[in-house]
């Protein structure tokens, strides 16, 4: 039979499963709230013991906490930093505002473990107390806006790195590609030659801004409002305690962080989290459009486009023998479609807030760092199980490029653009390609023609040319 211990705070008695590390505030979190079954993402909840950590280094180091309490909540901390306790954290996504129920959660685990450690029973609390002691010179509202950086900079640096592969696989592919032409398509029709290597440029060259624009968004998530206390005064702090909680902060998390230099700011405003929220979005909408792009050129195999092949990981059909899809540029696609929406949860999260407070910060927290997440995921299968294994079909891009009625438009400097529209127009008439119209017109020699419509040379400004004097008579 479970058996179970009473613990009390000023809202009355509860009773507690007696092997829990929390206590009676998990516990009525718990009740309260059994919304999504979700909890708060274990980087989030380390980043948060990170904060404890640093505020017992700072308190005992400042004289606020005796060094045998200090030393106990640190060691509790390097136990769930080292990974014990995680299912102790188990207060639903959507709870109290502001966090508080997370934050108290996290607060009561640290004590209970110390309280063990110090040779006490769980749910004694005269030992070490989850708010005397480890959440001493500490509140909810700047210890929460404090994790929610910590942990979004980590995500981040794993993001970026997974995205900057991305951004090497599509430069190669560019370099790979880059002799092969094909027809470029504007409003989904035809349109003058490109190579297939530049297209891949412009897609290398795009996710590289948007890491760039990410690295930046991320610098205001360094600068910590942590010493703000309750409402950004500092209440209950002594007057080190900033400094010194920065100090350790660097020292365990090893990042590169900065006291606000307005600690009001830093609480009242949640304008770092949707710049950062929107830099994901920005990166989403760009692999939105690249992966339908990919899409549209391995449409295929027979009726589409089929200029490119995606690498085959799985049967595409549960009825048709054969099929195979483009899997993981629509996984890519439904991944930023959520970051997307989860983007818009976080905008509107940010404007709730009221003075010195915003008490959707739950909301925030798990929806950036679930944008993180699946971001960083999906690139990493992106990158590793379709972009390097892309091969290009030469022949089908070449015969699209020749086909092209885009290819006429190298006519306008000779016969102008109206003349050259009506190549165009007797093309689509007759079938006939541009090719042989203009022979048949002899609008050029069949010299000058190949000359002119080379492939590669349609591709870049100027690279080929013909004498326009001689051409002259038939502009005219």
Do not use: W
């Amino acid at each position: 039979m479970a058996t179970f211990r009473t613990e009390k705070d000023y809202m009355g008695e509860m009773k507690i499963p007696a092997e829990a590390y929390y206590g009676v505030q998990t516990a009525r979190a718990i009740e309260n709230f059994p919304i999504s079954g979700c909890t708060s993402q274990i980087i989030f909840t380390r980043a948060i013991v990170s904060i404890k950590k640093a505020a017992a280094k700072t308190n005992v180091a400042i004289g606020h906490l005796n060094s045998k309490v200090g030393n106990a909540i640190i060691q509790a901390c390097d136990r769930i930093l080292k990974g014990e306790f995680q299912e102790q954290f188990c207060v639903d996504v959507y709870q109290a505002g502001a966090g508080t129920s997370h934050h108290m959660n996290v607060n009561e685990v640290i004590a209970n473990i110390a309280i063990e450690m110090l040779g006490g029973k769980k749910g004694d609390y005269s030992v070490v107390h989850p708010n005397d002691h480890v959440n001493c010179g500490q509140s909810t509202n700047d210890v929460y806006p404090t994790a929610i950086r910590i942990a979004a900079v980590f995500s981040s640096n794993e993001l970026l790195v997974d995205l900057y592969a991305l951004v090497n696989a599509f430069d190669c592919k560019a370099k790979e590609f880059d002799t092969v032409v094909k027809s470029g398509r504007t409003h989904l029709q035809d349109a003058v030659p490109v190579r297939v290597g530049q297209e891949f440029s412009g897609y290398k060259e795009s996710l590289l801004k948007t890491a760039t624009g990410i690295e930046k968004a991320c610098e205001s998530l360094r600068e910590l409002g942590i010493g703000g206390s309750a409402a950004g005064t500092g209440i209950n702090t002594h007057p080190e305690y900033v400094s010194k909680m920065i100090e350790y902060l660097k020292e365990i998390t090893g990042l590169d962080i900065v006291a606000s230099k307005n600690r009001f700011e830093a609480m009242q405003s949640n304008r770092p989290f949707v710049e950062f929220s929107g830099a994901l979005r920005a990166l989403s909408v760009e692999l939105i459009r690249i992966g339908n792009d990919l899409r549209l050129m391995n449409s295929g195999p027979n009726t589409g486009l089929a200029e490119i092949n995606l690498p085959a990981v799985q049967p595409g059909s549960s009825i048709m023998p054969g099929k195979v899809n483009p899997v993981i540029p629509e996984m890519l696609t439904m991944v930023c479609f959520s970051v997307i929406g989860n983007d818009t949860s976080i905008m509107l999260a940010a404007q709730a807030g009221q003075f010195e407070l915003n008490v959707m910060m739950p909301l925030i927290q798990y929806k950036m760092l679930d944008s993180l997440l699946i971001l960083t995921n999906a690139l990493k299968v992106f990158d590793k199980k379709c972009v390097q294994g892309i091969t290009v079909n030469k022949e089908k891009c070449e015969y699209y490029a020749m086909k092209s009625l885009g290819i006429v438009t190298v006519l306008n400097p000779i016969i102008g653009y109206a003349n050259a529209a009506e190549v165009v127009k007797e093309s689509m008439k007759t079938g006939k390609t541009a090719k042989e119209i203009i022979l048949e017109r002899k609008i050029l020699t069949k010299e000058q023609v190949e000359k002119l419509l080379s492939p590669i040379s349609m591709t870049e400004p100027c690279s080929k040319s013909i004498d326009l004097q001689q051409n002259k008579k038939i502009h005219q």
